[in-house]
């Protein structure tokens, strides 16, 4: 593929929808309330904040810059800009993470299914708190149900991969992202407005800085690298597919508020629902799934017909936030077998679905009838999660920063920032002093940290 017939995205607002549709996915609706839970409220939202603007930002545009200046998939992307050089890694490290990361993701992103299932089907009505702990573990331990709806995620996902730039991934990112902002806020209003919310909205409003230690702030970062689709290849395969025309900064700008509004929206919508019927919101990963069905019944229990449509409207919201996740980290796969192997994109999605398929059905497994095979102690869906998210995610971030801020010719990132001079970036020189010294510092305490080396 040449730069003349290479895909492009067709509009300006398909260029911020689909890049924010990389960025939001179950790390906000899912991972972020958890942490927020874990870490005191507000005074961790700040952090995150500052985090997400102060080092998230810049490795993004670094991303972008990549990926348009090549304007080639992830891996080829490095080979272009550092030919003869180990650089290469970098890529094709990213294009591994992307494929491992959604054949375990999709696991998470069925269960949502089967919970959009149960909720239209009244399912969570009349549970006790213990019946939903059993029904989640009796669920996910289950070795065909979960497959079938992995499959079935995997499979709508390949459906609009196939469709191409614009008209698969940039059509679908103009539906679902208003489809997850409208949904977003009438579950907002329907949460705040119930009794006892005002404690749950006092959470996330009001910093308690006496919770506030080193780990707090490790934990932001981390989760304003995971929650932004960093060092994954998906920003940087949606770049080579940006004009010459679009503001690379200004974009990331506009990604990131997306990002940070829908993750403390979410916020929003959990925590003044749970401290209305006295559930501490500390509840961990489990929160979304064991936690918040009984949340909704109880919070509703007046009004059944509401707990019914909130249940509904929430799950399809976890769906839609998954899917738009989904088909960026397959976009990065598929861009790599489309143009390296010369594959149809047809076949190139077609082997990437099968293989997801084939590798998600072992991590869901590794949940129920395989769990005592493990490697290094861990079994499939917790290596492939440990491995990714703990390793090569931190890794591939330091990696970009330090491409981009020491590596790259400052003439190849003064162009793109700038658009060749005619734009005036005056975080330009901001910009580059965080990737060449404060994110390589960062990201490195995150990576250590992770590891559980820094204590």
């Given at each position: 593929m040449t730069k003349n017939d290479r895909a492009n995205f067709g509009t300006k607002l398909g260029v911020i929808l689909a890049s924010a549709g990389s960025?939001?996915?179950l790390g906000n609706i899912w991972r972020f309330p958890y942490e927020t839970?874990?870490?005191?409220?507000?005074?961790?939202?700040?952090?995150?904040?500052?985090?997400?603007?102060?080092?998230?930002?810049?490795?993004?545009?670094?991303?972008?810059?990549?990926?348009?200046?090549?304007?080639?998939?992830?891996?080829?992307?490095?080979?272009?800009?550092?030919?003869?050089?180990?650089?290469?890694?970098?890529?094709?490290?990213?294009?591994?993470?992307?494929?491992?990361?959604?054949?375990?993701?999709?696991?998470?992103?069925?269960?949502?299914?089967?919970?959009?299932?149960?909720?239209?089907?009244?399912?969570?009505?009349?549970?006790?708190?213990?019946?939903?702990?059993?029904?989640?573990?009796?669920?996910?331990?289950?070795?065909?149900?979960?497959?079938?709806w992995l499959i079935l995620f995997l499979l709508g996902t390949h459906f609009i991969i196939v469709k191409g730039v614009e008209k698969g991934i940039e059509k679908s990112s103009k539906i679902m992202m208003p489809m997850l902002f409208i949904?977003?806020?009438?579950?907002?209003?329907?949460?705040?407005?119930?009794?006892?919310a005002s404690r749950g909205i006092e959470f996330l409003l009001k910093p308690d800085f006496s919770k506030v230690d080193g780990n707090v702030f490790l934990s932001a970062m981390g989760q304003a690298f995971f929650s932004l689709s960093l060092g994954m290849g998906c920003l940087c395969t949606y770049a080579s597919y940006f004009s010459k025309k679009t503001n690379l900064t200004k974009t990331a700008f506009s990604v990131g508020i997306i990002d940070t509004i829908v993750a403390v929206l979410?916020?929003?919508?959990?925590?003044?629902?749970?401290?209305?019927?006295?559930?501490?919101?500390?509840?961990?990963?489990?929160?979304i799934f064991i936690t918040l069905p009984n949340v909704f019944q109880q919070a509703f229990s007046g009004v059944p017909l509401l707990a019914y449509i909130?249940?509904?409207?929430?799950?399809?919201?976890?769906?839609?936030?998954?899917?738009?996740?989904t088909i960026s980290l397959h976009e990065v796969v598929t861009a790599y077998l489309h143009e390296e192997f010369?594959?149809?994109?047809?076949?190139?999605?077609?082997?990437?679905?099968?293989?997801?398929?084939?590798?998600?059905?072992?991590?869901?497994?590794?949940?129920?009838v395989t769990k005592g095979i493990t490697i290094f102690g861990l079994g499939m869906f917790d290596l492939f999660d440990f491995v990714t998210a703990k390793i090569m995610l931190p890794l591939g971030g330091l990696c970009i920063s330090i491409f981009t801020g020491w590596y790259l010719d400052k003439k190849i990132v003064w162009s793109e920032i700038t658009n060749d001079g005619t734009l005036k970036v005056p975080v330009y020189k901001l910009i580059i002093f965080i990737l060449k010294y404060i994110a390589p510092i960062a990201i490195s305490c995150i990576f250590i940290n992770e590891l559980g080396l820094l204590k």
């Open positions: 960025a939001v996915g839970g874990n870490h005191g409220g507000a005074a961790f939202i700040i952090i995150y904040l500052g985090c997400i603007f102060l080092l998230g930002l810049p490795i993004m545009v670094s991303e972008f810059l990549i990926g348009r200046h090549s304007r080639a998939n992830t891996a080829r992307a490095y080979q272009k800009l550092a030919p003869g050089t180990h650089w290469r890694w970098v890529g094709r490290m990213g294009v591994l993470a992307g494929f491992l990361i959604l054949s375990y993701y999709s696991v998470v992103a069925g269960w949502t299914l089967e919970y959009i299932f149960e909720a239209l089907t009244n399912g969570f009505s009349g549970k006790t708190p213990d019946e939903f702990i059993s029904s989640f573990q009796t669920f996910s331990s289950n070795p065909w149900r979960p497959a079938i949904i977003i806020l009438i579950l907002v209003v329907c949460s705040v407005s119930l009794p006892g979410a916020g929003f919508i959990i925590f003044p629902a749970a401290f209305s019927v006295g559930i501490q919101p500390d509840a961990g990963p489990s929160l909130f249940s509904v409207m929430f799950y399809v919201l976890l769906a839609v936030a998954a899917l738009t996740s010369k594959f149809t994109r047809h076949r190139a999605a077609l082997f990437v679905t099968g293989g997801c398929i084939f590798l998600g059905i072992l991590c869901s497994l590794s949940l129920g």
